[in-house]
């Protein structure tokens, strides 16, 4: 086969369209990478060979002006870098792929599962799986079912980065963040807050479009860095402090076996065809998961710069045809992040 022509959405700077980007360049494959995002101001489209501007997923010419510009450029693979578009492509996902457009992505099943979190929950409750004590609160009522303290607030969906998330460390601070919350969502999830802020993992687990498992890899999370905690504050019940992490995560990246494990059998339960991550705290042997996201990861360039390199992998295996050894070998170590910047001179 000829160069693939890959095309990655959304990609703006600091999200996953832009890690996808940085995962292929570290392949050994030359793939042709044609960047899409909303704006022209992205710095994800200063990386790519070719660019192309689309409009907001909840546009009705989205799909129609995507498949269009993949059929002018000739791409061989699809990858989106966003939320929006992932839903909004997963319910097509068929159509997509009757354009001869290699799409590896999970099961709309799973995706919806997986994108809110009151349903996430749910699975996990259902099938044995560990997870913290969580209300899903509708109304101010169902505020007063919660008798533990500290408690997380979180939109049920959306939410990414941990956006308008909050820690409430009695019934007080529960009703002010609470009520404030009603007014933004129709409903969000209250989850006790479990473990400290150095059992924080987020594990990958990638399997094939068949369901095979293919391997799996986790970051011990440094959620105390400056750039990798969206809120610390301190506790009242102890010393430590009570941190809630950011979209930006860095730390010790490895198999962690006793960790890893345990997701693997969560993306079998699941269904999972495709990169799943599983973000949870570690406590007592014990994996409670808070949230699961069935997509390809903001960790995916240091993923791949220790040879695990979820997109790369995809394409080998399914359109290159390329046997890939299940447990692959990777290395292990720190991963440590900062901020670059690009400068875009007027025309």
Not at 20 to 38: C, F, M, N, V
Not at 145 to 171: C, E, H, R, W
Not at 212 to 228: D, E, R, W
């Amino acid at each position: 086969m000829e160069t693939i022509r890959v095309m990655i959405t959304g990609v703006g700077g600091g999200g996953n369209g832009e890690q996808l980007i940085k995962a292929l360049r570290l392949s050994e494959k030359k793939y042709h990478l044609i960047g899409a995002d909303i704006t022209p101001l992205s710095k994800g489209l200063t990386q790519v060979d070719e660019q192309v501007i689309l409009p907001l997923a909840s546009d009705p010419a989205y799909l129609d002006t995507l498949l269009t510009s993949c059929k002018k450029l000739g791409v061989d693979a699809l990858f989106t870098g966003s939320e929006p578009e992932l839903k909004k492509i997963s319910a097509v996902q068929e159509t997509v792929r009757a354009e001869g457009i290699f799409l590896p992505m999970n099961p709309q099943s799973v995706i919806e599962t997986c994108t809110d979190k009151s349903q996430t929950m749910a699975f996990l409750r259902d099938n044995g799986f560990a997870f913290p004590k969580t209300t899903t609160v509708k109304e101010p009522a169902d505020l007063e079912k919660i008798d533990y303290f500290p408690a997380v607030l979180k939109p049920s969906i959306g939410g990414g980065g941990s956006a308008n998330t909050f820690i409430a460390q009695d019934m007080e601070e529960l009703e002010l963040f609470g009520n404030w919350m009603l007014k933004l969502y129709p409903e969000f999830i209250v989850q006790q807050y479990i473990g400290n802020a150095d059992c924080e993992y987020t594990v990958g687990v990638l399997s094939g479009m068949d369901g095979v498992l293919i391997n799996s890899i986790a970051v011990k999370k440094n959620i105390l860095s400056a750039l990798s905690n969206r809120l610390k504050i301190r506790s009242r019940y102890s010393n430590e402090l009570l941190v809630i992490s950011s979209g930006i995560s860095q730390g010790q990246i490895g198999r962690f076996p006793e960790v890893t494990a345990q997701c693997e059998t969560i993306a079998a339960r699941l269904g999972s065809k495709s990169a799943i991550n599983i973000q949870l705290r570690f406590v007592d042997g014990q994996c409670y998961v808070f949230e699961i996201n069935p997509r390809y990861s903001g960790t995916s360039s240091f993923r791949a710069m220790v040879g695990y390199n979820e997109p790369d992998i995809m394409i080998r295996k399914h359109l290159l045809g390329e046997t890939i050894e299940p447990h692959f070998p990777y290395k292990e170590g720190h991963i440590l992040r900062g901020l670059d910047e690009v400068f875009m001179e007027l025309t």
